[in-house]
């Protein structure tokens, strides 16, 4: 089966709202709300395809585009390729020039509307911001706490707790402190068994490469509006997280880094080779920092997570 080439845009207005469009009730997937785009024609460059389409579709002319993401899916009747551009700019009023209803929502309201099922890491990409902070595992109780406000203040949306031991009971009090500053401001990942996940239900859960390894053949452990996330570090491990429908992954070590010396790195090659056959947004960690990201997205990543580099200097 010939794999259909689509461009798809994530199109933010000035107030970080998202634009998308229904398609007509005639076409594939007919009824079902979609990011605006087209199809890539014979030798046409995505970038080029993608500018063609929004002027032709929104009437609208691109200024500020950038990869995002690159999803690969099989319906019964067709294989398509959808590469995901985030659109930060562009000039003109957006309109459904071809007739089609269209609506900016807010990335949480995204999880409101239907989509097709290979618009689904689209819809989680479109939620996740480029950085993903990971708190360092050696400071105190206050320490922690003020570094994390000040690491808000600097615009951090998404955390991952971590400390030196996940499973450890005080790293369940410590979690409790730490959602209350991150509520309205941030997403916050925990990490842990599962039997905690009742106790913290605003909470997303990023698992271990060790969990993801033992609970993926069970599926995911709780609904679609609640983030999940896994460690990864290989192919093998993609595939699972693929199979279990998590959110997003991580994936490292890239570079080297402080926390683990001298262990095997991933590279930049190897880590591009794993991502596109990956349908998942992905952070890629180890080593990296704000100067990576531009590197970062061109691999197909959503962006860069990282301890050191994100954790703000002592005031």
């Known amino acids: ?3 259909l080439h689509v461009v798809a845009a994530v199109i933010r207005d000035p107030q970080g709202q998202i634009l998308i469009a229904q398609r007509p009730a005639h076409k594939h997937q007919g009824g079902l709300w979609e990011f605006p785009g087209g199809k890539v024609e014979a ?3 995505p970038a080029v395809a993608l500018e063609r389409e929004l002027a032709e579709e929104l009437g609208i002319r ?3 585009a950038r990869p995002l993401l690159q999803v690969r899916h099989d319906y019964p009747d067709q294989a398509v390729l959808l590469d995901v551009w985030q659109v930060d700019a562009f000039t003109g009023k957006a309109h459904g020039a071809e007739g089609q209803p269209l609506t900016w929502v807010a990335p949480r309201a995204l999880l409101d509307y239907d989509f097709p099922a290979a618009n ?3 819809v989680q990409a479109a939620r996740l911001p480029d950085r993903y902070l990971i708190t360092p595992g050696e400071l105190t109780t206050a320490e922690l706490l003020n570094g994390l406000h000040r690491a808000l203040d600097s615009g951090i949306r998404l955390v991952q707790l971590r400390t030196p031991d996940n499973f450890d009971p005080q790293y369940r009090d410590l979690a409790g402190d730490v959602q209350g500053l991150c509520t309205g401001r941030a ?7 599962l039997e905690w996940l009742g106790d913290f239900p605003a909470a997303g859960w990023h698992l271990t490469a060790e969990q ?3 609970y993926a053949p069970n599926g995911r452990p709780f609904p679609e509006q609640r983030l999940l996330a896994a460690s990864c570090h290989d192919a093998e491990e993609l595939a699972l997280a693929q199979q279990m429908g998590v959110d997003f992954v991580t994936l ?6 402080a926390s683990h010396p001298g262990a095997p790195t991933l590279g930049w090659v190897k880590a591009l080779q794993l991502l596109a056959d990956c349908n998942l947004p992905a952070y890629l960690l180890g080593g990296l920092g704000d100067a990576d990201l531009t590197g970062a997205w061109q691999a197909g990543a959503q962006g860069v997570a990282a301890i050191r580099a994100f954790w703000p200097t002592q005031a």
């Open 187 to 193: 997403q916050l990942m925990l990490k842990g068994p």
């Open 1 to 3: 089966m010939t794999r």
């Open 62 to 64: 691109v200024t500020a």
């Open 120 to 122: 689904r890491p689209i």
């Open 43 to 45: 030798g046409e460059a």
């Open 252 to 257: 490292s070590p890239v570079m080297p880094t």
């Open 212 to 214: 993801l390894r033992r």
